[in-house]
């Protein structure tokens, strides 16, 4: 669990610094990949809504698999995923309840005994067995399934046909495996570098704009001692 817990620590190492330079945390250019999905849910427009217990991390994805946007949780070990009233509601294993509204900002947030047992209960279940699935009112059944070379979110049919809806990019997987944590270590130290070279390049900017501006000052005053002394 080293692993787990370095990359943790380098997500929010990212987090941290991104929002530094400036950078919504929330915002939809970062994506992560599907790493260990804790619970899933699908809305009327087919929007999906998945957790990842690894990231600490919602993503929202539209019905063909694209990648809309996603943001930090403020819980561990979300359980949980449903929208009520047009906002985002999660459940943790700890009873904790949070919710969001649809681009990442909190709204509400309490704890309530057996939020954690009476989620679980809702979940499909195959035997003894409880899935992360969330089944549609067309009786679709949508999963995380883990995979070699990059986890998906599968959508089955009730004719039995499955198909990948979601899949993570190629420098994605690359991301999460072999070594998650060791790659999202660096990224802090890159952003940071850029960072620290835009800083530089604007401030010289700066102090070249102030020379030439003194210079053309000087100029200006050579040249009205000039039209005086005639």
Not at 119 to 145: C, E, F, H, M
Not at 164 to 191: D, G, H, N, Q
């Amino acid at each position: 669990m080293c692993g787990a817990g370095a990359l943790c620590m380098g997500v929010a190492l990212v987090s941290t610094i991104l929002a530094g330079l400036g950078i919504e945390a929330t915002s939809s250019v970062i994506q992560f990949p599907i790493h260990y999905v804790g619970s899933l849910w699908v809305d009327a427009q087919g929007r999906i809504y998945s957790c990842d217990i690894t990231y600490e991390r919602l993503q929202i994805y539209d019905k063909q698999g694209a990648f809309i946007r996603g943001w930090f949780t403020q819980g561990k070990h979300i359980v949980g995923v449903n929208l009520d009233e047009g906002t985002v509601h999660l459940v943790a294993s700890d009873d904790r309840n949070w919710k969001y509204d649809l681009f990442g900002r909190p709204v509400d947030k309490w704890k309530e005994k057996g939020s954690y047992l009476e989620t679980r209960s809702r979940q499909p279940k195959q035997g003894d067995l409880i899935l992360v699935a969330y089944i549609d009112s067309y009786g679709n059944v949508w999963r995380y399934r883990p995979r070699f070379g990059g986890s998906h979110i599968v959508k089955s049919m009730p004719d039995g046909t499955e198909i990948s809806v979601v899949k993570s990019p190629l420098y994605l997987w690359a991301i999460a495996f072999p070594f998650p944590a060791f790659t999202y270590m660096a990224v802090p130290a890159v952003i940071w570098a850029i960072g620290e070279a835009r800083k530089k390049r604007r401030a010289k900017a700066h102090q070249r704009g102030s020379r030439e501006s003194a210079d053309q000052q000087d100029k200006d005053k050579d040249g009205a001692s000039g039209e005086m002394n005639k």
